[in-house]
């Protein structure tokens, strides 16, 4: 408990942090949610792609431990753009392929998660796979920089040294800290206003409240489906450049844990709310550093869960429980 007293700023804003990186993937989780009442459980895979993006930006570009200040924010530019390009991209294929054929059949809600859960370990295998995929076509040798210990941990090839800018009690707020929690609540407003205020968005609205009502007026489900599928995919994007920014490790798996996280994140602040998935998500990371301070850290993931328990016991439609379909306009 001492501890908890003695690293509280440090315990909050850090964790403040990891919670920016929690809602943002949240993001992707709320808006399927929001618009075809489905759970989309290989958005975590969604999110790992992003990751291994910008360690290729980094890789291809050659940096490494002689790369300017200048150099490296020039990268983690490219970076941001690459990672949210193929989780988009990788949202998209997870869409057409395992939840289209299926909502064109008018399928049971129950089959499309299931092949949500297939397509996540189709993804997660395939990327723990690429060496030998790459092996199989010639390519292995040409690509080892992309493929080799394709089930190990893969790390950024420069180290991102956070560096001191203002202090809160006896925490020194740094430079990652900062970008981390500013990007992640630009990002979510930029998607509020998106939703509430686009032509796009009020098609994504409608096709929440009622489908059939939004197919007479002319909206275009399918399309409405891929933006919603884009959005999450690129919110996952950035989410995965930050994450990569602060933790600076990922691996084929990363996304099941963290994925988890996300989920619980938005159901905390209220499934199919965006709102809800940037408070469900900051709340989650605060929850989590506060709870390893004081019961230890092996129980980082119980407190998590127990928190979840615990609001939706009070509140069981989450923090704010507004659905997409019922936003304002």
Do not use: C
């Amino acid at each position: 408990m001492q501890f908890f007293f003695d690293h509280f700023f440090e315990l909050t804003i850090t964790g403040l942090a990891l919670g920016s990186i929690y809602a943002l993937v949240a993001l992707g989780y709320t808006m399927v949610y929001g618009v075809l009442q489905l759970i989309n459980f290989a958005h975590s895979e969604v999110f790992m792609y992003g990751t291994f993006a910008v360690i290729w930006v980094f890789t291809a570009f050659g940096a490494g431990g002689h790369t300017s200040t200048g150099g490296i924010i020039g990268l983690l530019i490219v970076s941001v753009f690459a990672a949210m390009l193929v989780s988009g991209g990788i949202a998209l294929l997870i869409e057409r392929v395992a939840y289209r054929p299926l909502l064109k059949r008018n399928s049971p809600k129950l089959v499309a998660l299931i092949s949500a859960i297939g397509a996540s370990f189709a993804l997660s295998e395939t990327m723990g796979l690429r060496d030998r995929i790459t092996g199989f076509v010639g390519l292995d040798k040409p690509l080892a920089d992309y493929v080799n210990g394709a089930r190990d941990n893969s790390s950024l090839p420069v180290e991102i040294t956070p560096k001191a800018v203002f202090k809160i009690g006896d925490y020194s707020v740094t430079t990652i800290d900062l970008l981390v929690i500013i990007t992640a609540l630009v990002m979510m407003v930029f998607l509020d206003r998106f939703v509430r205020r686009s032509r796009a968005g009020r098609g994504m609205r409608a096709v929440a409240q009622n489908p059939e009502a939004a197919a007479l007026m002319g909206v275009n489900a399918v399309r409405v489906r891929q933006i919603t599928f884009l959005l999450g995919g690129m919110m996952a994007g950035v989410a995965a450049t930050l994450y990569m920014i602060r933790i600076g490790t990922t691996r084929f798996d990363a996304g099941f844990i963290l994925g988890v996280k996300a989920f619980t994140a938005a159901v905390m602040g209220g499934i199919g709310n965006l709102r809800g998935a940037l408070l469900g998500g900051l709340v989650l990371g605060v929850a989590e550093n506060w709870g390893s301070a004081i019961i230890g850290t092996q129980w980082k993931d119980v407190v998590a869960f127990i928190l979840l328990v615990v609001i939706l016991l009070f509140r069981p439609t989450g923090l704010l429980g507004e659905s997409l379909g019922r936003a304002r306009a």
